[in-house]
């Protein structure tokens, strides 16, 4: 009822039975049900559930694109940073300078574009 009220059902064909005047007379519901089940305020939102589930993906296959875009990103970068400090390991070279931020490990992932 209160999806009505607030916009949230927009169906043309609105059937007062469930959805304004509410439910209540349950000595009636195996016949009730059945009369709202062929009502065409019924049909048109089946129709949409249906036609809504055909042209969205689902949640969790969202999700699960982002989380292995991330897995695949992080993998990049952790790769990089193996390899950077290898570098420095074989040249002999010391990954911290005077300033953190300004040390020959942070300039060569800075130089290979890493983001850190």
Do not use: Y
Not at 3 to 22: E, L, Q
């Amino acid at each position: 009822m209160a999806a009505k009220k607030t916009g949230k059902i927009g169906n043309t064909k609105v059937d007062g039975f469930f959805i304004s005047d509410g439910f209540s007379n349950w000595k009636q519901g195996p016949v009730k049900f059945w009369k709202h089940d062929g009502s065409e305020c019924h049909k048109e939102t089946v129709e949409r559930l249906v036609t809504l589930t055909a042209t969205t993906r689902d949640v969790g296959e969202t999700l699960s694109a982002g989380h292995a875009k991330e897995k695949a990103d992080n993998r990049k970068q952790l790769l990089q940073i193996l390899r950077s400090i290898r570098f420095l390991a074989r040249q002999g070279i010391a990954l911290r300078g005077h300033d953190d931020d300004e040390g020959n490990f942070m300039q060569l992932l800075q130089h290979h574009g890493c983001v850190l």
